[in-house]
């Protein structure tokens, strides 16, 4: 599976964003997704993840009650809603898709896409 993210951008604390994930390929309905983000200087770290029917999300700490991932399969695309954002939040931010169901470790997913580039400012 191919997945384009995108929606990253410069936004103010406080503000919202949403990003968004295209997967193209076979089944990719059939793909638990997650984002992961990665700060400068920083490692990569999980950030919210979402099963195939969408309908049991986990989030890090870190986002909970300001960040909701969801997904349309119809569109074969999974989008995180940002909310509240805070300059701490700023990374480059990645989806990723495994088949194999839950997990918060990135080298467990196997497929990732190219990363967006999101950018609170305070």
């Known amino acids: 599976v191919q997945l384009q993210a995108s929606g990253g951008g410069l936004v103010q604390a406080g503000g919202s964003l949403r990003l968004s994930c295209a997967a193209s390929?076979?089944?990719?309905?059939?793909?638990?997704m997650a984002w992961f983000r990665q700060a400068p200087g920083k490692e990569r770290e999980f950030v919210a993840f979402?099963?195939?029917?969408?309908?049991?999300?986990y989030y890090a700490d870190s986002v909970k009650g300001r960040f909701t991932i969801s997904r349309d399969n119809t569109k074969n695309t999974v989008y995180l809603q940002m909310s509240s954002l805070k300059p701490e939040d700023t990374a480059v931010y990645y989806c990723?898709?495994?088949?194999?169901?839950?997990?918060?470790?990135?080298?467990?997913?196997?497929?990732w896409g190219q990363g967006t580039l999101v950018t609170v400012s305070s």
């Open positions: 990723a898709a495994r088949l194999a169901g839950w997990s918060s470790r990135s080298h467990e997913y196997r497929y």
């Open positions: 390929g076979r089944t990719t309905s059939a793909y638990y």
């Open positions: 979402t099963n195939w029917s969408g309908d049991s999300p």
